[in-house]
């Protein structure tokens, strides 16, 4: 839905307990804060309360400030991990891309249409293949190429590019090149990675060779939150498509790139409009 510059975002989760729901909603009452979207949910395994909430202030009985500095203390009670924003505030995202630009045309294209909900503030590489394709977008690309020696210069300069253009995430679409452990930790919840495959199912290298072997019936392609272990961060966002015997593993490979397109893109707007919680290892997509 829309929202006006008067609409706020509130996302959070918290141990359940009775009393969750009166406490937020009675802050908001006594604020004259107007809900017009909402959404929760309550996971029995892990015993956690989530919600995602949209709000207008344009009838609050006091100001934002004097709403989040009451809201401080609730949360502290409830042991709230929360994140309060504007709705129109874009979040900003780098994208790392490689030789492929299937993923990169995909959000290059919906953020250009309105269709999605941020602003790409630059595009890093370890190829120069994508530079034109980027800068018809008038988004700066940055080539840092990288070998073995190499890689934690090239890392610490994408993390300063990042940092420089107050970047909240960084998108790997089909970036060739795996994270170290370190850089994981500093983005995490912070990097989104497009795998093309099904997973848990074909991780690592080649996957649609994996798959042609195996005989699979679909194929698919995962977006998933980065992590030190290798194609296991909780999932986002999944897309298949049906194939037969008669699909070869480079047709294969050809059908896969829109569903990689399609699961990275949704995967980036889902987290840009708030809607991803992580629960653990897994996702609660509001």
Same mark, same amino acid.
């Given at each position: ?16 307990? =009775? ?15 107007? /809900? ?56 900003? =995202?780098? /994208? ?188 609660? =997509?509001?």
């Amino acid at each position: 839905m829309s929202s006006s510059p008067l609409s706020y975002v509130l996302s959070f989760s918290c141990p359940d307990s =009775i009393g969750v729901v009166a406490r937020y909603s009675n802050l908001f009452y006594e604020c004259g804060i107007n /809900i017009t979207e909402i959404s929760n949910y309550t996971d029995p395994q892990s015993n956690t309360f989530f919600l995602r909430c949209v709000f207008d202030i344009s009838g609050m009985s006091c100001s934002l400030e004097q709403f989040e500095a009451r809201l401080k203390p609730v949360a502290d009670e409830l042991e709230m991990k929360y994140r309060l924003r504007c709705a129109t505030a874009l979040p900003k =995202i780098v /994208i790392a891309v490689s030789k492929y630009d299937h993923c990169l045309t995909a959000l290059l294209t919906k953020q250009r249409a309105g269709a999605l909900p941020a602003d790409i503030v630059a595009v890093v590489s370890n190829h120069e293949n994508c530079r034109a394709l980027t800068e018809w977008h008038n988004i700066p690309f940055h080539y840092l190429p990288i070998t073995s020696e190499t890689k934690p210069v090239q890392e610490a300069k994408m993390l300063a590019i990042l940092d420089e253009s107050e970047a909240e995430l960084l998108v790997l679409a089909r970036y060739m090149q795996i994270l170290s452990d370190d850089l994981c930790a500093k983005l995490s919840g912070r990097a989104i990675n497009i795998h093309h495959s099904f997973l848990p199912g074909f991780k690592g290298a080649k996957p649609y060779h994996q798959a042609y072997d195996r005989g699979v019936k679909v194929i698919g392609a995962t977006a998933h939150y980065v992590t030190a272990d290798l194609d296991e961060g909780p999932i986002i966002a999944q897309e298949v498509r049906p194939i037969d015997h008669e699909i070869s593993v480079e047709q294969m490979v050809h059908l896969g790139h829109d569903t990689e397109a399609t699961a990275l893109s949704q995967a980036v707007r889902l987290h840009c409009e708030q809607r991803v919680i992580l629960n653990g290892q897994r996702t609660v =997509i509001l």
